[in-house]
């Protein structure tokens, strides 16, 4: 009976992990006119793998960049107002001038370009963005990453083109993921999927 209920434990403790292991699938979408930008909010315990994109976009020479978390670091002052430029952050280490800067607030990203980094009047680092900041009230312990370079893939002018692929592209583990498509006066990200992969998978 013991060794009957030892058996059964372990089976399903078994079928638990495989559960647990299974990818999670996401979509997400986005429209703009010269650019739409899309994101997967990153999840600490899972690798992004966008895997299907249907893209609309009335520019010939239109490209889908993919970027990925890289440095992460997190807000340390709540912001003042939503385009607030000054952002205090947790350090400066490994930051890289011009880089695309992504907020990940209460479930959403905000992406906004670095435009440098010092210290303010306490001697804490913070880092200055381009106009506008992030266009949402930053709070405290929000995290903060720092974007790869962009991975490019040629779109054109096309009308809900599909790429479909095992891994179109691979984040970073525990990292968000961006996309931007470009256009002239009209683009859009119809659909974007994903896996979010755990450990193991």
Known sequence: MRKSLTIIGVAILSTIAVLAALPTFKTTSASGTTSAVAYFVADPNSQIRVVSANLTSDLATSTLALRTGAGAYYQTITNAASSSITNGISSTNGLVPSSVMVLQHAGACYSSTLSLWTTNAAGAPVIVLASGGWGVNASVGDDIYQM????T???GAVTNQWQNGDALY???YGRPVMATLTGTGACSINVLSAHYDSVGQ
Do not use: K, R
């Open 170 to 172: 691979v984040g970073n």
């Open 148 to 151: 790869s370079a962009a991975t």
């Open 153 to 155: 893939v040629g779109v």
